[in-house]
């Protein structure tokens, strides 16, 4: 087992951002400690690259309050603006972005290195030994960027990011737009170098593969941070440590699911497909058998059953939906 | 106190060394940019000189001869002319033929054809006919009483009819009829009211061409203004990395410093290579190479920092190409080149004296042809008006919004 620093990398207490009487962010803290990976997850509008933009200098001060330190300085002061950009690194979601196509990858390092004064030799041999690690082929390094293909781009602009050695890494959906079976190997891509580097890596993202990697995760909705932990505790925070029964129904509808809901140690019953429900309950072992005679009871016919342990997406879907009830509560009262 | 003073020195010190040594960086990605696009390249270091040897070829192969040009002489002097102090009738026409002897003598003149009006009673129409042809260029008519106001030692009148659809070549026209009058005058021992002696000034030298010499003056501020401004227009505007870029410790100061001093650089190799061309096409230049080489530089620099301004405030390569043509057209017909601008109202004028092509011409004209100092106020009016350019370029730079 890796065992974590406690040296802080990242420290918010408190942050607000408000533009133009819109506000953004909601009072969120967290803080992150060196080598880990965090992923700030939510869906559009939750705040996430709102968040990352105070951290990387990007946003004015008269725009957001609060106490924040990147890797022990503020970016509330403009003269701490230099030092925070020489300690991190930034990985945009776009490799147009990122990367002049028109040179080649060694010539982009040398542009990118050469603002935090590298020289030429010692620029090379980081990227490198970084192209080795992100197997980008030695055969393209003096080619054109825009000859590369798109995951080849994708990993040269994560060396670009790396070259200086930041000690934190930002990387702003770094799986969009690459194929389903590339993704995987992005994040493992992701992991490796946060083992080699042992460098903090912040993923802001709305794909939930990436808490796969991720030591901690947060969850942000309407710029307010809905939770903030590590994947596991998190699934095991639901009831039964996130245990699930899944069951294929037939004739599924709204009647049949508020029937199961009924039964009193169901917590959350939630349709993920035509005819499939998930279910979390209370003291899942013991009450599993005495739901299934429930459901024979009333009229809901079971054609298969398995159980199995929530996976991040589920949490995720399950706490989002949990807020947006709530929040729908709160309006019915308000208007009531 | 002393220490500390010491220190700041030499933090200050590694501060501009660090700057300097990012400058000379994006500096090299500058040019490695700008080598990777040819037609960049091209347009840089290969046309102007190219366009200035194509011009040189052009207006050198055109014999240096006088082109004659073509007319009519219609002679109404045999109609009857009657005195009208005394009622006498006239009918001399003894100075017709002598004139026309002096047309048909003038290398200036090619005369076509003659009509006697008193016989062709049409002659006039015929020869309006032949100038909407442009069968030639002007009528020459020999009003009634020529020869008698002549004889009697009055001013000879003559009636000169150019075709005035072309501007350019009236000129050229009355002096032919002019040079065609004094062969008359000198032939026929008349004397004239003036007499104009003297010598032309400035002129260009035999054994250089006259065209060339006096075209290259205004094609020179033209090449070098236009190639520095087209080149530069999408400087800023369609580099994407640099929101990127200044997530690093660069400053924005540095990347624009970079990118003038890439361009200065560029414009420095265009200049000697634009002099070299037209020294080559046989440039008479009455002033000195340096004071040539520090005026198509102002201009050119005037040129690059007004291509990087468009460039600074566009938002997108549209905009700045959209913007480049609405500027450089106001620029070309402020000029003075197709309308002097002390013709021009007052309020045109103003704007014609703050673009810089109307500075462009006279000055190198200044220098080409009468051996004037470069540093006179055109010089000076360019210089500011960079200056200003400059300016705007890093406060509009400075507080553009970049967002990766």
Known sequence: MVELSTEIMVDVNNLNVIFDKNHIVHDVSFEVKKGEIIGLFGISGAGKTTIIRVLTCQIEKKNWSGDVTVTNFSPDKKQNHPLILYNIGYVPQLELLNLYYDLSPLA??????????????????????????LDIPSDTWNKRVKHMSGGEKKRLSMAIGLIHKPSVL???????????SKRYSILSYLKKLNQKLDTTMFIITHDLEAALICDKTAILREGRMLEFDSPQNLINSLPSNGLIARFEINDLNEAKITRISEFSPVKKVLRVGNEVVEILMESFEENLPKLIQYMIERGVTVNSMSRDSASFRRFFQIRIQEEEEREKLRTNIGEA | MRKNKRSEKKI??????????????????????????????????????????????????????????????ISYDSNVYVDEGTFNESLRDDFTLPYVNAANKSEYLNLIHFYNATEEIYAMESARMMLIASDIKVIISLPVGFSEFITL??????DCIPDASDIKTIQDTLNAVFDSVKTFVNDNNLNPQFQL????????????????????????????????????????????PVARLLLTPVKRSEILISKYLTYTLILIIQVILLIISTLVCRLYLAGSILDLFI??????????????FISTQSKT?????????????????????????????????????????????????GIVTKGKSVFGFDFFALLILSIILVLISFIIFKRRKYEV
Do not use: W
């Open chain 1, 108 to 133: 982009n390092v040398e542009v990118f290195s050469s603002t935090y004064g590298l020289d030429t030799k010692e620029a090379k041999k980081i990227a490198q030994e970084l192209f080795k690690i």
């Open chain 1, 170 to 180: 930002f990387l702003d959906e770094p799986t969009t737009g690459v194929d389903a």
């Open chain 2, 12 to 73: 200050s010190k590694v501060k501009f060394q660090r700057s300097f040594f990012r400058i000379i960086r994006q500096m090299k990605k500058e040019f490695l940019l700008l080598f990777t696009d040819k037609f960049n390249m091209l347009l840089a270091i290969v046309v102007p000189p190219l366009v200035i040897f194509l011009f040189g070829f052009m207006m050198n192969s055109i014999p240096e001869g006088i082109q004659p040009v073509d007319c009519v002489v």
């Open chain 2, 153 to 158: 030692g009055l001013p000879g009148l003559i």
């Open chain 2, 197 to 240: 002696t003297g010598y032309e000034e400035f002129t260009i030298p035999e054994g250089y061409s006259f065209r060339f010499n006096y075209n290259i003056t205004l094609t020179l501020s033209f090449i070098v203004f236009g190639v520095s401004m087209v080149l530069t227009i999408l400087v800023v505007v369609q580099e994407k």
């Open chain 2, 295 to 308: 005026a198509l530089f102002t201009i050119g620099f005037t040129g690059l920092s007004m291509g990087i």
């Open chain 2, 317 to 365: 390569k549209t905009e700045a190409n959209q913007l480049f043509f609405a500027v450089f057209i106001v620029i070309l017909l402020l000029s003075g080149i197709f309308i002097p601008i002390d013709a021009m109202p007052i309020y045109l004028q103003v704007i014609a004296y703050i673009l810089p092509l109307s500075h462009g011409d006279p000055m190198i004209r």
